[in-house]
Each structure stands twice: as structure tokens, then as C-alpha cells.
């Protein structure tokens, strides 16, 4: 069974603090996946990677950052987190490019007071 | 550009009733595949299904099935003798060969209330 962890389900930080989500996969998947969901705009990708210090941005990348340097984990950085980035942030992983499935982890709920 | 459109954003059915959930997906590519996930009120998203757009063949998986027709870009899925437990946000999506920046392409999903 594939398993995609992430660190916590719930997270509360203040405006301005530095966040890191963290995802880690146990299936040696090559690419990794950062989306948010959010209540009437579904799932949007903001970052994703294919291979360990490779990134590449998705739809709504501003604001965040990622880091991979271990092929099994992938993390999401908030630089200076702000209000607007209140939201179900959810990790993926898949094996191969583009058409394979992707498997989610937990989610984490995040709310910036 | 790829697109993935389902138009019910929420169904309520009586256990036991069968139900179909719409998705008409847009893609201009020919190798593309689409793909059912549940996420139950925990969160996670659960994968259900992927097909590839090569195989038309209709799928069944115990009360599950998926109907696929390319002649109107639909990717439908029903659940037959609803349970409570299939209560959920259903999303469809949709990936292409040549996807670029955009790997999986989500519908809004459909919230599907099943009530006993």
C-alpha cells in the first residue's frame, strides 16, 4: 500500500510566522505534489516535483516555496504566512510523470490568525 | 487547456437509491486519462478509479461503476444502493500525455449526502 504522511492534520500560526508542511512517501515515488483546497475553488496545485532539488511551479505558487532533498519528502514553506493562506493543504506523490495516479496524504489544516 | 466540469455541487439521496455523478472533461489531447477520488469527511482523498482514454470499456467494481464515452467527453460514475458510508466529496480529474505545468486537472467535485 502506497502511505503519504503529513506532519499534522492541524496547524494554527500567526500572520507573519514561517510554516513548513511536511509530506514524506514510503513507495520510492518519484514525483511529489503540494495542492490546496479550498471551498468552492476544489484543488489547486502550487508546487510540484519530479525528481529530489527539482521543483516546479503549479497554478498558484505565490506566496509559498518547496524544498525536496530527499526523494521521500517534499516540504512547503510559508515564507511569511498571511491570512489568505488559511486552507486544506494536501500532499501527493505518484510514481511516474503526468498520467499515474497520485496518491494523497491526510491533509493539514491550516489557519492563520 | 484541459478542463474538468461537474456540474452537481451537491446530491442528497435516501439509502439504497442508486445515484450517478457527472463529469464532462475538455482536453484537445488523444492519450489522456481520468481518474475518481473520494474524500471522506476525514480529508484524505481516497483513489477510486483511472482509465485511459484508449479504453471505452465500462468498469464495475462491486456497487461501483464507471461509464465512459468519448463521443460526449463524459467520465460518469454510479453508485448503486447507496450507503451512508459512501457519504462524501467525489471529485473527478483529468490528466494528459502533455500535460505541462498542470499534471492533474480537478473538477469542483460533488458532495454526496447519503442519508439513512
Known amino acids: ?113 | 487547456a484541459q478542463k474538468v466540469t461537474q456540474a452537481q455541487t451537491e446530491i442528497s439521496v435516501v439509502e439504497k437509491e442508486d445515484v450517478t455523478l457527472d463529469c464532462v472533461y475538455e482536453t484537445r489531447d488523444t492519450t489522456y486519462y481520468l481518474f475518481w477520488y473520494k474524500q471522506p469527511p476525514s480529508g484524505e482523498l481516497v483513489f477510486l478509479i483511472r482509465r485511459n482514454s484508449f479504453d471505452e470499456q465500462n468498469e464495475i467494481s462491486g456497487r461501483y461503476s464507471w461509464n465512459f464515452q468519448k463521443s460526449t467527453s463524459s467520465f460518469n460514475f454510479t453508485i448503486t444502493a447507496s450507503q451512508v458510508v459512501d457519504s462524501a466529496v467525489y471529485f473527478c480529474a483529468l490528466s494528459e500525455a502533455n500535460s505541462g505545468n498542470t499534471p492533474l486537472v480537478f473538477g469542483k467535485g460533488t458532495r454526496l449526502s447519503v442519508i439513512a
Open chain 1, 1 to 113: 500500500d502506497v502511505k503519504v504522511t503529513q506532519s499534522s492534520r492541524y496547524l494554527v500560526k500567526r500572520t507573519g510566522e514561517k510554516v513548513f508542511l511536511e509530506c514524506v512517501q514510503d513507495m520510492d515515488h518519484e514525483n511529489m505534489f503540494w495542492y490546496r483546497q479550498d471551498p468552492g475553488l476544489g484543488l489547486r496545485l502550487i508546487y510540484f516535483s519530479y525528481d529530489v532539488k527539482m521543483k516546479e511551479k503549479g497554478d498558484i505558487p505565490e506566496g509559498y516555496s518547496v524544498s525536496r532533498e530527499k526523494k521521500e519528502r517534499f516540504s512547503l514553506i510559508l515564507e511569511s504566512a498571511s491570512t489568505n493562506q488559511t486552507s486544506m493543504y494536501l500532499c501527493a506523490s505518484s510514481r511516474d510523470r503526468d498520467t499515474d495516479t497520485q496518491y494523497f496524504g491526510p491533509g493539514t489544516r491550516l489557519t492563520v490568525l
